[in-house]
Protein backbone atom coordinates (compact mmCIF):
# COMPACT_ATOMS: atom_id res chain seq x y z
CA UNK A 1 0.00 0.00 0.00
CA UNK A 2 1.11 3.47 -0.89
CA UNK A 3 -0.12 7.29 0.25
CA UNK A 4 0.29 10.36 -1.35
CA UNK A 5 0.13 13.62 0.14
CA UNK A 6 -0.33 16.59 -1.77
CA UNK A 7 0.32 20.19 -1.25
CA UNK A 8 1.34 23.71 -2.33
CA UNK A 9 -1.83 24.53 -4.21
CA UNK A 10 -3.03 27.82 -4.11
CA UNK A 11 -4.62 30.66 -5.16
CA UNK A 12 -1.89 32.85 -8.13
CA UNK A 13 -2.40 35.72 -10.69
CA UNK A 14 -2.19 34.63 -14.21
CA UNK A 15 1.76 34.42 -14.94
CA UNK A 16 2.60 33.63 -11.43
CA UNK A 17 4.54 30.61 -9.82
CA UNK A 18 3.16 27.53 -7.97
CA UNK A 19 5.00 24.11 -6.88
CA UNK A 20 3.35 21.41 -5.71
CA UNK A 21 4.15 18.56 -3.77
CA UNK A 22 3.30 15.15 -3.36
CA UNK A 23 5.04 13.03 -0.23
CA UNK A 24 4.96 9.67 -0.78
CA UNK A 25 5.07 6.75 1.74
CA UNK A 26 4.22 3.37 2.69
CA UNK A 27 5.81 0.57 0.19
CA UNK A 28 7.44 3.35 -2.19
CA UNK A 29 9.49 0.61 -3.58
CA UNK A 30 6.57 -0.52 -5.64
CA UNK A 31 6.09 2.41 -7.08
CA UNK A 32 7.83 3.03 -10.44
CA UNK A 33 6.51 5.70 -12.03
CA UNK A 34 4.93 8.85 -10.41
CA UNK A 35 2.65 11.65 -12.35
CA UNK A 36 0.26 14.39 -11.83
CA UNK A 37 -3.38 14.98 -12.97
CA UNK A 38 -5.63 17.51 -12.84
CA UNK A 39 -9.72 17.98 -12.79
CA UNK A 40 -11.55 21.11 -13.62
CA UNK A 41 -14.79 20.88 -12.36
CA UNK A 42 -17.29 19.85 -15.11
CA UNK A 43 -14.13 18.05 -16.62
CA UNK A 44 -12.76 14.77 -17.12
CA UNK A 45 -9.48 14.09 -15.16
CA UNK A 46 -6.45 15.29 -17.62
CA UNK A 47 -3.07 14.09 -17.68
CA UNK A 48 -0.21 16.48 -16.72
CA UNK A 49 2.94 15.13 -16.15
CA UNK A 50 4.82 11.66 -15.25
CA UNK A 51 8.57 10.82 -13.96
CA UNK A 52 10.09 7.44 -13.66
CA UNK A 53 11.24 6.99 -10.30
CA UNK A 54 15.14 5.45 -10.63
CA UNK A 55 15.88 7.30 -14.15
CA UNK A 56 14.10 10.31 -13.65
CA UNK A 57 13.14 10.54 -17.19
CA UNK A 58 10.23 12.65 -17.66
CA UNK A 59 6.84 13.11 -19.86
CA UNK A 60 4.30 15.91 -19.90
CA UNK A 61 0.83 16.66 -22.10
CA UNK A 62 1.63 19.24 -24.89
CA UNK A 63 -0.27 22.29 -23.10
CA UNK A 64 1.88 22.33 -20.25
CA UNK A 65 5.86 21.80 -22.05
CA UNK A 66 7.90 24.71 -21.48
CA UNK A 67 5.90 25.62 -18.39
CA UNK A 68 5.88 22.59 -15.61
CA UNK A 69 8.57 20.51 -14.45
CA UNK A 70 8.12 17.55 -12.83
CA UNK A 71 11.23 15.93 -10.89
CA UNK A 72 11.69 13.94 -7.74
CA UNK A 73 13.75 13.81 -4.50
CA UNK A 74 14.30 10.06 -3.75
CA UNK A 75 15.85 10.97 -0.34
CA UNK A 76 12.54 12.71 1.09
CA UNK A 77 10.07 10.35 -1.60
CA UNK A 78 9.20 13.21 -3.17
CA UNK A 79 7.71 13.98 -6.51
CA UNK A 80 7.37 17.94 -7.19
CA UNK A 81 5.17 19.78 -10.05
CA UNK A 82 7.19 23.13 -10.54
CA UNK A 83 4.49 25.66 -12.48
CA UNK A 84 5.36 28.75 -14.25
CA UNK A 85 3.47 31.15 -16.01
CA UNK A 86 0.23 30.16 -15.18
CA UNK A 87 -3.18 30.63 -16.92
CA UNK A 88 -6.38 30.94 -15.90
CA UNK A 89 -6.85 27.16 -17.87
CA UNK A 90 -4.59 25.57 -15.56
CA UNK A 91 -6.87 26.43 -12.41
CA UNK A 92 -7.65 22.75 -11.49
CA UNK A 93 -7.91 20.04 -8.88
CA UNK A 94 -4.43 18.36 -9.06
CA UNK A 95 -3.25 14.82 -8.42
CA UNK A 96 -0.43 13.15 -7.70
CA UNK A 97 -0.35 9.07 -8.42
CA UNK A 98 1.54 6.43 -8.57
CA UNK A 99 1.70 3.46 -10.75
CA UNK A 100 3.81 0.08 -9.90
CA UNK A 101 3.06 -0.93 -13.97
CA UNK A 102 3.74 1.26 -16.20
CA UNK A 103 5.84 -0.29 -19.01
CA UNK A 104 8.83 1.79 -20.67
CA UNK A 105 6.18 2.90 -23.25
CA UNK A 106 4.75 6.51 -23.27
CA UNK A 107 1.32 5.36 -24.62
CA UNK A 108 1.00 4.78 -21.09
CA UNK A 109 1.80 7.48 -19.27
CA UNK A 110 -1.29 9.45 -19.55
CA UNK A 111 -3.68 6.72 -19.38
CA UNK A 112 -5.72 7.01 -15.69
CA UNK A 113 -6.41 3.52 -15.44
CA UNK A 114 -2.25 2.97 -15.57
CA UNK A 115 -2.18 4.17 -11.98
CA UNK A 116 -2.37 2.23 -8.63
CA UNK A 117 -2.36 4.63 -6.36
CA UNK A 118 -3.79 8.76 -6.16
CA UNK A 119 -3.83 11.39 -3.82
CA UNK A 120 -6.50 13.37 -2.61
CA UNK A 121 -5.80 16.33 -4.55
CA UNK A 122 -4.62 20.17 -4.05
CA UNK A 123 -6.59 23.03 -5.74
CA UNK A 124 -5.02 25.30 -8.05
CA UNK A 125 -6.48 28.56 -8.77
CA UNK A 126 -5.44 31.34 -11.34
CA UNK A 127 -6.94 34.65 -11.65
CA UNK A 128 -6.83 36.51 -14.68
Known amino acids: QVQLVESGGGLVQAGGSLKLSCAVSGRTFSTYVMGWFRQAPGKEREFVAAIRWSAGTTYYTDSVKGRFTISRDNAKNTVYLQMISLKPEDTAVYYC?????????????????????WGQGTQVTVSS
Open 97 to 117: AGSRRIPYNTNYYPRSSSYDY
